[in-house]
């Protein structure tokens, strides 16, 4: 045990099935948190820890280190709080594993698919965590199970405004999460599903459909099943958007967090045969503010040119002629039913491709890069459906010259010629 320079240890025992949490002061100037683990065995949200290694957590974590056998660690630098509890859900969580695991064996035993899990909730009640703890211990016997991330709000796999799929191959790293290579990203283009709702389903279905396309063609995929993430709006065309996903993705257990409601209305307006679970939430999760879901937001995006902790990227800035792209927004603004051309339905509006005249009020939003082939007006049909190679944000528009300049993941020239815009817009600080 080497102290860290300049910081104060502070030592935790901790019984057995008891957690350790603690929360690191938010804002740029906060201090850095150390953990290590001394004796005995702990895991952070379903990863484990070695020990005798400086786990660093930034501004802003929120940390619970669990114990099922009893550990002794060192928490270096000064945490906003920190506080053992013995109140945790976490063996209920744990059953909850071992029932999946269950059903994977069994799906196994008799060639058919592993559990499709659906985990609901309103905001702040641990939904992420869950998901990255079943997520983790799944992976830990074996299984590759995928992660589908419908909290447009909160991606924990891209940037916000996306919807997406991506399989779990190894525990999430303690201090990063899951290791996000080659996801599966669909464009939605806001941070609430409301701004438009039947796109939102729509894309829920896309995913659905690709997932049941690759359980199809492999096995450990399909027996290893899947776990979504969805947002924390659960009432009116929310909940609707729930049971379209339940009923798309052919769920067969949801897991309801700490929302009685939820919980007898999902039962009631679901097949039978799925298994709607209340479990309740951890006193550990922290609430967090409009503007901490914002700042964490932008951090998303910032990571995304940037790079994150270890790994430093270099975006690159460059120019792009308006004539060179075509930009679209998704969805045209609702008009009533009665002004509708005939045979036409809201459906359709919200569905549409809006042409967006470049002006000065593209600064600063984020574009999606649509992996569509660039084609003619006939081409534009699959747009929506097609899943994003990247992302781009506007930096400066000057529509003298009819130019725009860009920041890029990568070097000119764009790959794609299709760009759809974000209502999300970043400011480059850097
Ligand atoms: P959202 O509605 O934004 O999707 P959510 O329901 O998915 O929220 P989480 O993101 O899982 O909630 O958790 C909120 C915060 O609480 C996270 O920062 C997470 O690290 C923290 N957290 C979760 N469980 C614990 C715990 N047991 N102890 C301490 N912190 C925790």
Redesign the pocket.
Known sequence: DVAVPGKVSTRFDLEKVT?L???VEAGEAAEQVELELLTGMAEV?GSELNRNKKYTFGP?????V?TWQGCSVNLYGKPEVAYV?KD?P?LLYLNTHAALEQMRKQAERDNERGPRVM?V????????????LLLSYAVRVGRRPTLVEL?V??S?VSVPGTVSALCIERPADVEEGFSVQAPLVYHFGSTTPGTNIKLYNKLTSCLADVFSRRCEVNRKASVGGCII????WVKGSGYQALVHCASAFEVDVVLV?DHERLYNELKRDLPHFVRVVLLP????????SKEC?RDTRDEKIREYFYGFRGVTFYPFSYEVRFSDVRIYKIGAPSIPDSCLPLGMSQDDTQLKLVPVTPGRDLTYHVLSVSSAEDGDEGARKGIVESPVCGFIVVTNVDTQTQVMKVLSPAPRPLPRHTLLIMDIRFMDMK
Not at 282 to 288: I, K, P
């Open positions: 957690e949490r603690f929360e949200f802003g974590s929120k940390i619970a669990f509890s945790t976490m985990v909730g309103p905001s702040d009640v641990g939904k992420s965590t869950l998901c990255r909290d709000g909160q924990g993430n969805t947002c924390g967090l939430k951890s006193g550990g999760v922290v609430e967090r879901r």
